[in-house]
């Protein structure tokens, strides 16, 4: 690592899964390999990462069951899950026992649901009143629709790789200027993350365009461990990219653990 961190680090993205699990139909992506949590967790110990919050991906739908588990058996894990907006309140609720704080919205490389439906809107006001926080990743663009509707819900709203800009678009976007409005409101959280995906250079641009605009304060740093796609990111570059693209010391803090420390581990 480049620079000092501090501790702890708290990493809020990552994934396990199995090979064996059930992919949903014409998956993004459809490993071949495991990634456990017992090995998740020896990545984190090499990396000086104190605690994680494990995030559903999509290739896996609804089918939540192991990374359930693995956030039940092991304290310093949290976990968000994909649902679908028939699921019940009590499941939910056991859920809740169980170390889930939040719900995924995939909203790349699928049919954009309508939100505005009854059944979007009973679940979104269920994940407000658990206390829990709408997980969203989708394209910039996208954001000027999608972020109105999901803070309409009152439950807080965190949003993937920095908002997935487009580097053709820049950062006067309508969607990026979406996402730093929304920031502004005060009940929106962007995860700096994704720089393998966004490029790092331009990532870090990203990341220090937010930090201008609206401060650190709702900025939480995540590695998307194990990386699937491009497995040959190491977890090490994704702290230092961090580091080498924040220069101040107190944002830094805040950003690799103070804030998610309150946002998933507070309650």
Not at 111 to 138: E, K, N, Q, S, V
């Amino acid at each position: 690592m480049s620079l000092e961190t501090p501790a702890p680090l708290v990493d809020a993205h990552c994934h396990v899964f199995k090979a064996d699990m059930p992919l949903r139909d014409n998956p993004r992506h459809a490993p071949t390999y495991d990634f456990t949590v017992e090995a998740l967790l020896e990545v984190l110990d090499a990396n000086k990462v104190g605690f994680a919050v494990l995030a559903a991906a999509s290739p896996w739908a609804d089918y939540n069951d192991y990374l359930i588990d693995c956030v039940e058996a092991h304290p310093r894990l949290r976990g968000t899950v994909i649902l679908e907006p028939t699921v019940e309140r009590y499941t939910m609720r056991q859920m809740a026992e169980a170390g889930i704080i939040g719900v995924r919205m995939h909203m790349i490389g699928v049919a954009m649901p309508d939100i505005t439906t009854f059944a979007y809107r009973r679940t979104l006001r269920r994940i407000a009143d658990l206390g829990w926080h709408i997980h969203l990743h989708a394209e910039c663009r996208d954001l000027p629709d999608l972020l109105p509707k999901l803070e309409a819900s009152g439950a807080p709203v965190v949003v993937d790789h920095l908002g997935r800009p487009d580097p053709g678009e820049g950062f006067d976007s309508a969607g990026f200027r979406a996402l730093t409005d929304a920031v502004e409101r005060g009940n929106t959280w962007v995860k700096a993350s994704g720089p393998h995906r966004l490029g790092f250079d331009f990532a870090a641009e990203a990341l220090r365009e937010l930090i201008r605009r609206t401060g650190s304060e709702r900025l939480v740093w995540a590695s998307d461990c194990p990386f699937v796609g491009s497995e040959e990111t190491t977890y090490e570059s994704t702290i230092n990219w961090l580091l080498d693209a924040v220069p101040d010391r107190e944002a830094r803090n805040r950003i690799l653990g103070t804030n998610a420390l309150q946002l998933y581990f507070s309650h």
